[in-house]
């Protein structure tokens, strides 16, 4: 069984800071692309920003200059989140490319989700 579990969310003042976690475990055999993702309420899943196993990023237009993504080896990630607005608010998701041990193919896999809020 492959578990990804966020944590780091919680409550921030505008312009503060957060830093998010995401650990994979269990029957992993590889890992390639991983992301974070955010919902606000009554919308859609959107992407924040994904990562690939080599090292290679991408941002949303609205974190751009502010979020860092990064992974310290194949199974952690995190999300550097500075600036933070109002706008920020949401319950954000890990997601990864996973290939289990006993598995033929890659498929996503989304942790729990940790809410993040910003406010003053």
């Known amino acids: 069984q492959v578990q990804l579990v966020e944590s780091g969310g919680g409550l921030v003042q505008p312009g503060g800071s957060l830093r998010l976690s995401c650990a994979a475990s269990?029957?992993?055999?590889?890992?390639?692309?991983m992301g974070w993702y955010r919902q606000f309420p009554g919308k859609q899943r959107e992407l924040v920003a994904d990562i690939t196993s080599d090292g290679r990023t991408n941002y949303a237009d609205s974190v751009k200059g502010r979020f860092t993504i990064s992974r310290d080896n194949a199974k952690h990630m995190y999300l550097q989140m500075n600036s933070l607005k109002p706008e920020d608010t949401a319950v954000y998701y890990c997601n990864a490319d996973i290939k289990t041990a006993w598995g033929t193919r890659y498929r996503d896999y989304w942790g729990q989700g940790t809410q993040v809020t910003v406010s003053s």
């Open positions: 269990g029957s992993i055999f590889n890992i390639q692309a």
